[in-house]
């Protein structure tokens, strides 16, 4: 099991956090999800096939790119 942050600028609420948990979970072998409103950031746990590019592209996909 792999865990990563990610740093997103554009999380500014409660309702971004949810947003980006909700559809990362959807990608295949992430398993858990964690947002921080004051580090904008989101903690992710994953295994194959999930990977850190493919939760990258999610997350621009959605509007949320991260910038690590």
Same mark, same amino acid.
């Given at each position: 099991?792999?865990?990563? /942050? !990610?740093? &997103?600028? +554009?999380?500014?609420? =409660?309702?971004?956090?949810? $947003? &980006?948990? @909700?559809?990362? +979970?959807?990608?295949? =072998?992430?398993?858990?999800? %964690? =947002?921080? &409103? @004051? *580090? +904008?950031?989101? /903690?992710?746990? !994953? *295994? %194959?096939? %999930? $990977?850190?590019? +493919?939760?990258? %592209? $999610?997350?621009?996909? &959605? @509007?949320?790119?991260? $910038?690590?």
């Amino acid at each position: 099991m792999e865990k990563q /942050t !990610f740093k &997103i600028p +554009k999380i500014s609420c =409660g309702h971004c956090t949810r $947003t &980006i948990e @909700n559809e990362l +979970k959807e990608v295949p =072998g992430v398993s858990s999800v %964690a =947002g921080n &409103i @004051n *580090d +904008k950031s989101v /903690t992710v746990e !994953f *295994d %194959a096939p %999930a $990977t850190r590019d +493919k939760i990258m %592209a $999610t997350l621009k996909e &959605i @509007n949320y790119p991260a $910038t690590t």
